[in-house]
């Protein structure tokens, strides 16, 4: 109405032409031209409307009365009605007011139509609310105020989040008090309100605390990783609020304000000793509230979510959704990933060495992934400072290694021949470090393959008879050929007069003495 009296200002006291008063209100010039020919008609100027109240401005500009109009009780009778089947999807304004013009043909037309429903909604504010439809959004936040819990032993105060989620159309409400606002109490409380509602809207609307947006930006924020994945395990999207537009989630503002005149208020005389008995006595509030009937439509919300919502939300998954955490981290060159949380290391197949892994894992598992396709899965430990490598990861040379034991070394050389066994033995048992034994091991009996085993095994018979139990000393004796040689070449020389004793020694000694 207001425009109506600005346009007939304009035209009679800025004497601007239909074109120009087109432009400065940003009104079709055919609109125009239609509310001074009214207004024309009905011999008022814009003295006489600037003071006149909108219903009787209306009645002058329609030539009649609502109140007398049998055609607008008709129409009046079914705006309960329409609210309800604006909830639904793909209901909209102008396919009710096709239905309406059906069984009424000499009723309003679409523009009246529409303008008395606005009108009987109370403000064209509130037309925001026809966008919410059955199933659609789910808006969530936590309250600015707390609830708290009080020590049994201590008496100490402690302050509790309390979580706010509202469904779009039925604005059936829930509330839990959690915690903390940590990410794994905000995904909880999520996963606890579809619970509640029995059903997975298409998607969520929350405010953009750190445990839901990392990065909020008003066209493209940076959804938390976790949150991203409960969604998509919910089947749902996640449409985080703008930064400092309270509008794109007022149904959740709204929803706080009544929290707190509802279960506050309610629960103000009362001291609680626990989460779970605080959340019990939520849950009583809550109850009442629900189903206490709205004013204008005159039914409950939980009355309106069966009748026009339950049906349209999706279904939940069989199965709770289970916190897993992400994270990016680089394959050492031991093809190992470091996890810090439990300063554990963990195996990816070699040739992803010196690459950047996705790291997703829970309380039990541990999944690495490489451009989207899972290479590894683990078992989560705990234990720091430790490795957790499946053998199919090392590379060929590494997995021999990693077989390494005296065993296999004792049965290998016992295989070549009997000398070779003691060899290994005795090497076994001397070397104070299993690798340095490993090494000089895996260097003899590597022998048997430029040389033969026979000659090996001579060449070990012909070390123990030395005392000489090393990889070169056997080496020495292959590559001179000295593994055949008799024995009695080594035989002390005979006795004869150049041969100096232990006496002349002995003198020796004594004289230095002197």
Request: charged share 25%.
């Given at each position: 109405m207001e425009k109506i009296r600005e346009i007939i200002r304009l035209q009679e006291d800025a004497k601007l032409s239909e074109r120009a008063i087109s432009r400065a209100l940003k009104v079709s010039r055919p609109t125009v031209k239609q509310y001074i020919d009214k207004i024309n008609a009905a011999g008022l100027d814009y003295a006489a409307i600037k003071h006149m109240d909108d219903d009787t401005l209306l009645e002058n500009l329609t030539g009649k009365s609502k109140s007398q109009s049998q055609r607008y009780k008709v129409l009046c009778n079914q705006f309960e009605y329409f609210v309800k089947e604006l909830k639904r999807p793909g209901v909209t304004l102008q396919r009710l007011w096709e239905e309406y013009r059906t069984e009424h043909a000499?009723?309003?037309?679409?523009?009246?139509?529409?303008?008395?429903f606005q009108q009987w909604r109370g403000s064209c504010k509130l037309t925001m609310h026809l966008e919410h439809k059955a199933g659609d959004k789910m808006f969530v936040d936590f309250t600015g105020k707390h609830l708290s819990i009080v020590d049994r032993e201590t008496g100490e105060i402690k302050d509790v989040e309390v979580f706010v989620a509202i469904l779009g159309a039925s604005q059936l409400t829930y509330?839990?008090?959690s915690a903390s606002q940590k990410k794994e109490d905000w995904i909880k409380v999520n996963q606890n309100a579809l619970c509640y509602f029995g059903g997975v809207p298409n998607?969520?609307?929350?405010?953009?605390?750190?445990?839901a947006i990392t990065m909020g930006n008003k066209y493209e924020p940076d959804i938390n990783p976790e949150y991203a994945d409960?969604?998509?395990h919910y089947n749902t999207a996640i449409l985080p609020a703008r930064p400092n537009h309270p509008k794109d989630k007022a149904l959740a503002e709204g929803a706080v304000k009544i929290v707190y005149a509802w279960i506050f208020a309610g629960l103000r005389n009362r001291i609680f000793h626990s989460l779970e008995d605080l959340n019990s006595a939520i849950a009583e509030e809550l109850e009442k509230y629900n189903?206490?009937?709205?004013?204008?439509?005159k039914v409950s919300r939980k009355e309106l979510f069966d009748e026009i919502e339950k049906a349209e939300l999706k279904s939940l998954p069989k199965e709770k959704y289970v916190i897993r955490h992400f994270k990016r981290l680089k394959a050492q060159f031991n093809y190992h990933i470091f996890l810090n949380d439990d300063k554990h290391y963990y195996s990816v197949p070699y040739r992803y060495r010196r690459q950047q892994i996705v790291v997703i894992y829970t309380d039990r598992i541990v999944e690495l992934f490489y451009k989207n396709r899972r290479i590894a899965f683990h078992k989560r430990d705990k234990t720091a400072n430790k490795y957790t490598t499946v053998k199919e990861h090392m590379p060929p040379h590494h997995q021999f290694v990693s077989d390494w034991n005296p065993d296999k070394f004792i049965n290998w050389a016992q295989n070549i021949g009997e000398n070779v066994k003691r060899v290994i033995e005795y090497i076994l048992k001397q070397k104070q470090h299993p690798e340095q034994a490993y090494k000089v091991c895996l260097g003899i009996l590597n022998l048997e393959k430029k040389f033969t085993r026979e000659r090996l095994n001579k060449a070990c018979q012909r070390a123990i008879s030395f005392h000489h139990y090393s990889y070169k000393?056997?080496?020495?004796?292959l590559e001179n050929k000295l593994e055949d040689c008799q024995l009695?070449?080594?035989?002390?020389?005979?006795?004869?007069q150049n041969i100096r004793g232990h006496h002349y020694y002995g003198s020796v000694k004594s004289y230095m003495k002197k």
């Open positions: 000499d009723g309003y037309g679409y523009s009246q139509f529409c303008s008395h509330v839990e008090a998607a969520i609307v929350p405010d953009c605390l750190k445990s409960f969604a998509r189903s206490k009937p709205m004013q204008k439509i000393g056997i080496k020495n004796i009695d070449c080594f035989e002390p020389l005979p006795e004869h």
